[in-house]
């Protein structure tokens, strides 16, 4: 028996269900049973009648999966896929924060540890953060962490200033306008996408600012035959599979995130074998955190 069928076989009798990232590598995204962007493996997850989640994505994935399922397993492939950004705060930190500007309301990025999404008061995704940001009154202080870049985004487009935290992904941190001026002189008819992850230079040289998922849609609906995408590459196969007449370049070839990378068929085999690694988290830190997820999945 192959592995992809070794994996069917087990994901039956543990009454499994597979969700990957967007990010994660082609094999990994074709044997799962749904592939999306933050937002839509947190929604994923809120609706799932398998007792079995194999998380194939980084840690704080897995474990957003884990506050809104308590009753569940949720397992990661390899418990060494960790996001940078994420652990660029912790919950000590924002509380010395928040305790400098007590009038503040939270923002927290969905790539955040459980600890600091339950000192939030909302969570947000790349696809959400401007819509729900714009819900919280124009006179009340905003904090937004960890990313500096998607909170400074999010800021620019309702006009008003946050306290960031000086968070970033290490991965789009490297995309630079000058790419974008090379990539467009190169393909003059493609339409340039970037994720708002990415720093401002990119950002305000780029045609269109989108989460991942966004991407995809937008790919799908614009009359463009050619986009140049400054994000993860692992993007690519789902953009390619779901528009095969179009065609993806790359921003950055090297825009590889090596924890994405982490998760192969034989770990999710092995993940599926011992039943690990799960990923718990403790009861007094979810039921906070779930309420700031919570919150981002009703007004996102
Ligand atoms: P989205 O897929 O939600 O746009 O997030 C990108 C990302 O960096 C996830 O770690
Ligand atoms: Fe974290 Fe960046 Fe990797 Fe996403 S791409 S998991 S934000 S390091």
Redesign the pocket.
């Known amino acids: 028996m192959n592995l992809i069928d070794k994996i069917y076989r087990l994901k039956k009798e543990r009454n499994a269900t597979i969700l990957a990232?967007?990010?994660q590598i082609g094999e990994v995204q074709d044997i799962a049973d749904f592939t999306?962007?933050?937002?839509e493996l947190a929604r994923k997850a809120t609706d799932i009648d398998a007792e079995v989640i194999v998380f194939c994505?980084?840690h704080f994935?897995a474990e957003t999966a884990a506050i809104l399922n308590p009753n569940k397993t949720v397992l990661l492939p390899d418990r060494d896929a960790g996001?940078p950004?994420a652990d660029m705060i912790s919950g000590d930190q924002l509380r010395e924060l928040k305790a400098k500007h007590p009038d503040a309301k939270v923002l927290c990025y969905?790539?955040s540890t459980a600890d600091v999404k339950a000192e939030s008061d909302c969570c947000v995704?790349?696809?959400t953060a401007v819509q729900i940001a714009r819900s919280f009154p124009k006179d009340q202080p905003i904090i937004f962490v960890p990313d500096r870049h998607l909170g400074a985004y999010t800021a620019e487009q309702l006009n008003r200033e946050f306290i960031l935290w000086p968070g970033f992904?290490p991965?789009?941190q490297y995309l630079t306008a000058q790419q974008i001026f090379a990539a467009r002189k190169a393909h003059p008819e493609a339409e340039v996408l970037v994720?708002p992850?990415s720093p401002k230079p990119v950002r305000d040289a780029a045609d269109q600012v989108l989460?991942?998922?966004?991407m995809c849609r937008y790919a799908l609906e614009s009359a463009c035959e050619c986009f140049i995408i400054g994000?993860?590459i692992g993007l690519l196969h789902r953009l390619q599979q779901e528009s095969p007449q179009k065609t993806f370049i790359p921003l950055n070839e090297r825009a590889i995130?090596p924890n994405?990378k982490k998760i192969d068929l034989e770990k999710i085999l092995w993940s599926l074998t011992d039943m690990e690694t799960k990923i718990t988290v403790p009861t007094a830190i979810a039921d906070k955190a779930r309420k700031s997820i919570e919150m981002m999945l009703a007004l996102g």
């Open positions: 990232h967007n990010y999306g962007d933050s937002l994505g980084v994935m996001c950004m969905v790539n995704t790349s696809s992904c991965t789009h994720h992850e989460s991942t998922g966004g994000t993860e995130c994405m």
